[in-house]
């Protein structure tokens, strides 16, 4: 799609496992696992943003693409909105798909399924999430949950309109609970608006970024998909995604 560009944001200083993108899992670096990933889902051209010259090499190593950024980025989002203007200066990209450089095991269709709530022209911003099935995952703050509302219409692929992103078990009540996945397509316009706020007070409250759009009043639509992606952010997790991926 040749109005979609894929970026990968990535950093060496991660506080709980430095150097996370190069860590080895069967023979290659995760940012390498992650970039085939976003290349896999076939989308659009797929970019590494980074700070690290040795990432930048690793990714380049692989005939990958890279663009390096600023070290002071206080998030994700910031870095890939400085990638964005230097990649594409001519601003031929119009939807902006923000992936995590962490996920190794994600799904390529997750990234396709990103995309499908951008065709309403009301949504500003798309993401993921899966229904939660394990009772742990249900109480835990590292799991973020969304609250929001059903959507029908004719798409395959389920959806809901965001009202609300929680560290707590929310909604209240019976019915599905869903793990939030942090994977994001941006309308380029959005992308904009968005870096250009401040932290807002839930934001804040929570430490979840997204919430500062939806207190912009930005409609963030979610599609649901089947499972959720491996984050590595502890040697524990990098065993089980090496595990995973070398089978």
Excluded: C
Excluded at 81 to 110: H, M, S, Y
Aim: hydrophobic share 45%.
């Amino acid at each position: 799609m040749a109005d979609v560009l894929v970026l990968i944001p990535a950093r060496m200083a991660a506080t709980r496992l430095p150097g996370k993108p190069l860590a080895d899992i069967g023979g290659e670096p995760m940012i390498v696992h992650v970039l085939r990933r976003a290349q896999e889902a076939d989308i659009g051209p797929v970019i590494v943003a980074t700070d690290a010259p040795e990432i930048a090499a690793a990714v380049e190593k692989a005939k990958g693409r890279a663009v390096l950024t600023r070290p002071d980025h206080a998030s994700g989002s910031d870095r890939i909105f400085e990638a964005l203007g230097k990649a594409d200066p001519g601003r031929r990209a119009k939807i902006v798909v923000n992936l995590q450089g962490d996920e190794p095991t994600l799904d390529p269709k997750a990234v396709t399924a990103a995309l499908v709530p951008l065709a309403d022209d009301a949504v500003d911003i798309a993401t993921l999430a899966a229904e939660i099935k394990g009772e742990a995952e249900r109480a835990n703050p590292n799991v973020v949950k969304v609250v929001g509302t059903p959507i029908g219409g004719a798409s395959p692929v389920a959806r809901l309109r965001a009202l609300y992103f929680t560290r707590s078990t929310a909604p209240w009540g019976e019915g599905p609970l869903y793990h939030h996945i942090g994977l994001y397509a941006y309308r380029r316009a959005a992308l904009e608006r968005f870096v250009s706020l401040p932290p807002s007070p839930l934001e804040r409250r929570e430490k979840l970024e997204q919430l500062r759009a939806l207190e912009a009043g930005m409609r963030i639509d979610v599609a649901i998909v089947d499972s959720v992606p491996l984050g590595v952010d502890t040697p524990e997790d990098l065993a089980r995604a090496r595990q995973m991926l070398t089978k």
